[in-house]
């Protein structure tokens, strides 16, 4: 029955948290599949503000059971604090449960993280400094460790010690730092185990039987689809896969069983880290979409650069995840401009290109091709229906479906909660 996926169409950001918590009153069970505390969503409720970076926004809706599946890599202190801060304002986090086999982001992770980026200089990718990328080559080298293993202490001393075993040898010999100790850190990741025992599960049974009993699921995308370790702008990517496939492989439940993909789609881009983006702006209507976009990552409070709309990716995204539909967030950022641009195609090398180079090459040497939409300088924070906006706004949203070739089925004109616009119900 209804499973839907949600996952950024761009490059991660999108206001992903705004359109989960729309559905979240309808959702039984909100799941994230991939990525770990490099993601961040902000969800406004009532006049509260909630940054989450780990736990899936459904986890605001009380009547919503949240869930954090395989796919996702886990810090258990990061999760903890998390947790503690959502306590404390009275949020009740009892329904959480954890895939037993989602693995954990170890301090030596972390560790390997910033020293990599470190030694990599002008070349690194911009991480966000967790550990993920590491975690995950962990996980592919089958060294990870999982959430299941801190209930046998011999079987995780075993792995922490193979496991630092090559690393302690690159960052005493390469990185010129000093080694971790086993014993520590299997000490600190046993401290963890008591607590995180009640929200441990079969996460895919306990899926896969919301879904034959009709329960409407929800998979949650931490990062964009330009983000994707497959799809996106290698290598300045981060190392799962957002794109609607993870939410198959890292939740454990079939493709036939996806009924809906819904693409978050901002109305207009923006970036965090390194790596090409070819509608990016240094002037000052950069600065400007960047401050009224307020465009500042809720995760490592890094500024994000900022751009016009691209339609060619938009039209990708739609390709390599099967979207059923777009969710355009921000329109309200762009009010005010007299002329709005949008990249409708790249020039590379003199030639006119309308879809996505596979070469990395020929995407470093894209150059825009702008259409210029009328603008608008009506507010439209208060609108409702879609013929509540003003006639070039409507314009702009037709136009920005026609080229990303999927309905866009609500628009976000607001950070709270009520200011979205539904066009088409997801359910
Ligand atoms: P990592 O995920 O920390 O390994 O970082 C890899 C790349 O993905 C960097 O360019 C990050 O800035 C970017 N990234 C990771 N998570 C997010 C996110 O939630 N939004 C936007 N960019 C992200």
């Known amino acids: 029955m ?3 996926v949600l996952l950024g169409a761009q490059w991660g950001d999108e206001g992903k948290g705004k359109a989960t918590d729309l559905l979240g009153g309808s959702v039984d069970y909100v799941v994230r599949y ?27 809706s009380p009547e919503c059971t949240p869930v954090i599946g395989n796919g996702v890599v886990v810090d ?18 009892s329904k959480l449960l954890i895939s037993g086999n989602a693995h954990i982001i170890t301090p030596y992770n972390v560790t390997v993280d910033k020293v990599t980026e470190r030694f990599l200089g002008k070349r690194k990718i911009g991480t966000t400094g ?5 975690t995950y080559a962990d996980k592919i080298n089958r060294v990870g460790i999982r959430i299941q293993d801190l209930y046998d202490e011999s079987i995780l001393t075993q792995k922490v010690e193979a496991a630092l075993d090559g690393k302690n040898q690159l960052l005493t010999k390469v990185f010129n730092r000093r080694a971790i100790e086993a014993g520590k850190v299997v000490e600190e990741l046993l401290s963890y185990a008591d607590r995180l025992k009640p929200y441990v599960a079969d996460t895919v049974l306990v899926l896969n039987r919301a879904l034959e009993d009709d329960k409407v699921v929800l998979f949650e995308g931490g990062q964009g689809t330009l983000l994707d370790i497959d799809h996106g702008t290698y290598p300045f990517v981060t190392s799962s896969n957002p794109t609607a496939g993870g939410a198959c492989t890292g939740a454990g439940v079939g493709p036939t069983k996806i009924s ?12 965090v880290g390194s790596g090409p983006f070819p509608t990016e702006l240094f002037d000052e209507d950069g600065e ?3 401050r009224i976009g307020g465009e500042r990552g809720v995760t490592t409070g890094r500024d994000r650069r900022c751009g016009w709309f691209d339609a060619v990716i938009a039209r990708y995204a739609t390709r390599v995840n099967g979207l059923t539909d777009f969710f355009l967030t921000k329109l309200d950022v762009l009010t005010g401009w007299e002329q709005i641009p949008v990249c409708v195609a790249y020039e590379i090398d ?10 990395q090459t020929d995407f470093h040497h894209a150059k825009p091709v702008y259409e210029t939409l009328p603008g608008w300088s009506e507010d439209i924070t208060s609108a409702k229906s879609f013929s509540d906006l003003p006639k070039n706004a409507q314009n702009y949203v037709k136009a920005l479906e026609e080229m990303s070739g999927a309905p866009i089925s609500a628009i976000g004109v607001g950070p709270g909660r009520d200011e979205t616009i539904e066009i088409n119900s997801f359910l």
């Open 2 to 4: 209804p499973a839907l």
């Open 34 to 60: 991939q990525g770990g505390n490099n993601a961040g969503h902000t969800v406004v409720v009532g006049d509260q503000k909630y940054a989450l970076h780990l736990l899936p926004s459904g986890i605001l």
């Open 76 to 93: 258990p202190s990061v999760l903890f604090s998390e947790l503690n801060g959502l306590n404390e304002r009275g949020v009740d986090t």
């Open 130 to 134: 967790r550990g993920i990328g590491p």
């Open 260 to 271: 809906r993909v819904i693409g978050i789609l901002k109305a207009y881009t923006t970036r």
């Open 288 to 290: 400007a979409l960047r």
């Open 350 to 359: 003199g030639k006119r290109v309308e879809e996505l180079p596979y070469s």
